[in-house]
């Protein structure tokens, strides 16, 4: 007598591929908003790291110096946006960026606008101990492009100089 043996067999159906390729799409819809929220996020922290660096930088190298050096906007025409397109530390007084002691360079895709006390000021100077000059407290806002949807940052500058981070609801225009 002879039997006969099931057929097995080892791929896939096409309906096995289309339930798996609906499933990836439906997890990749949820997947890459987050991951787009996710870059956003991690772009402010780094222009609002990157300000709070240029603070203690500017505050140590004039106490290490002994002389005024200038945290400067490289291009403050932007009222909205002052220290948004870089800024560097210069020795002395208010100047140009052109023989700067460091230059910081924020994310493109960032805006950091001076408010109250900094409203419109593209330098803060410090003196040989480090203490800010000519300057009341201030808030540098630092919001992302899609600014109705991602929270922001806000740096605050005291009137001694020392910076601090704190949560910001950023407004779109």
Same mark, same amino acid.
């Given at each position: ?13 096409? *309906?096995?591929?289309?339930?798996? !390729?609906? &499933? @990836?799409?439906?997890?990749? $819809?949820?997947?890459?908003? #987050? ?8 772009? *402010?922290?780094?222009?609002?790291? !990157?300000? &709070? @660096?240029?603070?203690?930088? $500017?505050?140590?190298?004039? #106490? ?110």
């Amino acid at each position: 007598m002879r039997t006969i043996g099931k057929k097995t067999s080892n791929g896939l159906t096409v *309906i096995e591929l289309l339930v798996a !390729m609906a &499933i @990836a799409a439906i997890m990749l $819809a949820y997947a890459v908003p #987050a991951f787009n929220d996710f870059a956003d996020q991690r772009r *402010i922290a780094s222009s609002s790291n !990157m300000i &709070i @660096a240029g603070v203690n930088y $500017a505050r140590s190298e004039a #106490a290490r110096l002994g002389t005024s050096v200038t945290l400067q906007a490289m291009n403050g025409a932007d009222d909205a946006n002052e220290w948004g397109a870089g800024f560097c530390v210069t020795a002395g007084t208010p100047g140009s960026c052109d023989t700067p002691l460091n230059v910081f360079q924020p994310d493109a895709n960032v805006t950091l606008d001076g408010v109250d006390g900094l409203n419109g000021l593209v330098s803060l100077t410090f003196d040989p101990t480090g203490m800010l000059t000519g300057v009341v407290d201030g808030d540098i806002e630092v919001c992302g492009m899609s600014a109705a949807e991602d929270p922001g940052r806000v740096i605050r500058i005291n009137a001694i100089g020392r910076a601090s981070t704190g949560e910001l609801e950023c407004f779109g225009d």
